[in-house]
Nanobody
């Protein structure tokens, strides 16, 4: 069982940066691939990035590639999403998710565990 708690969201101007954090409970955190998803008002949840359980493999949605970086620290049970060059269209609730597999997935239905989300608002 893994419990996930996101933090780090807030209001930022376009072009700015934020770093989201996801704290995971449970001794088997290193056995889970982790992902970040987001959901804007009135839209479906969409994939942002995932990282393998070792941290050796990452994958990004085209919309954030080159601007966002996902990382993890298994010793601290933490996952991060560094977001740079933020745009108003990045405004959404951002969710951390975990799946009991080596590699992540861009399909939200393949994740077993979810946090409650953190709000990110990018003003123009």
């Amino acid at each position: 069982q893994v419990q996930l708690v996101e933090s780090g969201g807030g209001l930022v101007q376009a072009g700015g940066s934020l770093r989201l954090s996801c704290a995971a409970s449970g001794r088997t955190f290193s056995s889970y691939a982790m992902g970040w998803f987001r959901q804007a008002p009135g839209k479906e949840r969409e994939f942002v990035a995932f990282i393998s359980w070792s941290g050796g493999s990452t994958y990004y949605a085209d919309s954030v590639k080159g601007r966002f970086t996902i990382s993890r620290d298994n010793a601290k049970n933490m996952v991060y999403l560094q977001m740079n060059s933020l745009k108003p269209e990045d405004t959404a609730v951002y969710y951390c998710a975990g799946r009991s597999h080596y590699s992540g997935s861009s399909y939200y239905g393949s994740y077993n565990y979810w946090g409650l989300g953190t709000h990110v608002t990018v003003s123009s």
